[in-house]
């Protein structure tokens, strides 16, 4: 009996945050659509459960399976089976079989928020071909799964650092976990310790059904304090002296720009769960905001002001037009034979030179957005090319959810005529402002925010520029919106 032990969880999960299991599906109205199953309903592959295991297990490297290290020799399978997680219904139940959904619950799944987002440049517009989708499964989701760890000795102690891999604060599974998604906590697990050898009918009859538990077999696994990975700073604003806007990007029957919303699960303590929508300030608006404004702050500290980099730019242009116009060598001819030809030589070096577009972006583009390197320090790098692997970041944003009864405003605008100081036909629109009291922001990081870390001092700068209300967050801060002011920041070890 090759693998005599065997080690059986079926764990249920609760998505903390929003969820972005991405798909290679294509669909002409989404950019990044959610991956989903035989029934249509999103689910998390076992191969995301897997790979989270891998990285935060590296002294365990060798029980999920190795490649062959030559032609010679045999691959090693995984001691490590991960089922497929599928969706709880409201009864806690999933569904492992194609189905016709019926059930009102699991026909919410059926329309899911789509995130829009796109990158803002150095004049504080949108980039050009920037923008972009993202679907996500409703933060509260549940999902429940079975893990097995087939082994020929006993690893009581290997499966115990298994099951608590899943109890640290960096238990992100799928896309965007520096976006704020993805993030999950564990609500339960049952699980057995089987030796074949006394247990083998226990477990030939343990039923694959995830809805079929033998309790009497089962045991709750005792939860173990939280591996904190991640530092976490809690922030309290107050927005008492400003309206807030966080556009949806459409209106309704009232207004042109109304505020971003989505619905979410929140569950009692028996388990029964409840739609709640609610207002959304998504964390990546709040990201982007910081991010340039620690750009800002990088520039200033390290003396990158325009005048410093006109010189260098001046002499690099100079040097080279002068390569391919060779300026520096021209000599008048003696003849007048030759000076003609000179002439008409340097007219159409003219001609060209006025047509030499002067780039005066590259003077900038190594200090502005993403090639900040305040900036990439802390919020990473895109992967653009198959050499640019890019880098990940090391704070997350937390999005920030408001009651849907958050008091609002309608402001109402129009368009002046500057030679009549009348109104312009067509030019009223209007849109809904939330009247915010208090909120906290939450920042999750892989190191101490302080102005001595040289990776986060920036980013401290930054806050505390929040702080004082002259960082404002949302759309339409242009018309005095989005003005948020300190209450006092904790930090929390026990959350």
Partial sequence: MEFRYRYVAQIVVEALTPLAIGSDSLQYDQDAPVDKDFNDLPYIPGTAITGYLQKQLPKLESLFGEKPDSNSDEPKGSNIIVSEAFLMDKKGEVLQQPKIIKDEFLKKYSKLPIRQHTAINEFGAASDGSKFDTEIVFKGSRFKFEIELQVAIKMDADWKTILNAFFQNNFYLGAGEFNNFGELKVIEIKEKAFDLKKDLDNYSGHNVDLNDVDDDIFKPY???????????CYLKLSGKDSFFHFGAGYGDTEVDNINYSELVLEWSADNKPTWVEKFVIPGTSI????AHRVAFHYNKENN?????????F????SKQLNKKYKIDNFKLADSIAALEKQKSQLETHLKALEKEALNTAILFEDYIGINNKGVTGLFGTAKDSKKDKGSKGTIIIKDIYLPIDTPQTIFTHNKIDRYTGGTIDTALFNEKVLAIDEVTLSIKSTEKIAETNETT???QMTLNDLKKGMLPLGGLVNKGHGIFTE???TKDETK
């Fill in 287 to 290: 990201k982007g905001t910081l």
């Fill in 314 to 317: 001046e002499e690099s242009v």
């Fill in 487 to 489: 209450l006092k920041t």
């Fill in 304 to 312: 990158v002001f325009v005048e410093n980099l006109i010189p260098a």
């Fill in 457 to 459: 001092k920036y980013l």
């Fill in 222 to 232: 005792k939860k173990p304090k939280i591996n904190r990975i991640y530092n976490t």
